[in-house]
């Protein structure tokens, strides 16, 4: 069930990522230097805490590879998306993709019991985001007078990524474990048997 959670994860953020990929349009309809930069940040930092996160399920709680597999998806998501816009947000995108993957890493390999829940909140504050920088995109658009972009595309991307997320949440709520109390006391972690 963990694998079939973390591709539907995966899946969901490479569309959240596309969709921001195609809202900074081809070459010749570049966003604004900074814009393109929030883009790039946003599109890496989430895509390497969400992917950093859940490696642990597919990773058996390596860290090192957690780190490795959080790291890439996030390098790939910020370099996508800020290769089209300029050197400065090719860049912001790649590092904040880099920090996002080993700060997901960390906190799924920490927290093992709570990475479901985590994906989901880290999914829907990238939904969030993502949403509103559309709209900052659009308002920037109306200002200069430049072409609009395509809304219906994403528009459906969007759509596509609620669905998925409403998908994980009724996977999340069915596969949830119920928690069993664990008694530990400070003398048996100590000693390493219990008293």
């Known amino acids: 069930m963990s694998i079939l959670y973390v591709s539907l994860s995966l899946w969901l953020t490479g569309l959240i990522t596309a969709s921001l990929r195609a809202a900074v349009g081809p070459a010749d309809d570049r966003v604004s230097t900074m814009s393109?930069?929030?883009l790039a940040m946003?599109?890496?930092?989430?895509?390497?805490?969400?992917?950093?996160t859940g490696a642990p399920l597919v990773a058996g709680g390596d860290l090192w590879a957690?780190?490795?597999?959080?790291?890439?998806?996030g390098l790939a998501a910020g370099l996508v998306v800020g290769a089209p816009v300029g050197m400065l947000a090719l860049l912001d995108g790649g590092m904040a993709g880099l920090m996002?993957?080993?700060m997901g890493a960390?906190?799924?390999?920490?927290?093992?019991a709570v990475v479901v829940p985590t994906v989901l909140l880290l999914l829907t504050l990238y939904l969030l985001a993502h949403t509103g920088l559309l709209y900052h995109l659009d308002r920037e658009a109306q200002h200069a007078d430049a072409p609009r972009r395509s809304r219906r595309t994403r528009l459906l991307l969007l759509v596509l990524a609620l669905v998925g997320l409403s998908v994980l949440g009724g996977l999340a709520r069915t596969s949830a474990p119920e928690a069993q109390p664990q008694h530990h006391s400070y003398a048996s972690t100590i000693s390493g048997s219990p008293m």
């Open 106 to 112: 960390m906190l799924g390999v920490m927290a093992p």
């Open 100 to 102: 996002g993957g080993m």
């Open 36 to 38: 393109g930069m929030m």
């Open 66 to 73: 957690a780190t490795l597999l959080g790291i890439g998806g």
């Open 42 to 52: 946003t599109a890496g930092m989430m895509t390497g805490l969400i992917v950093g």
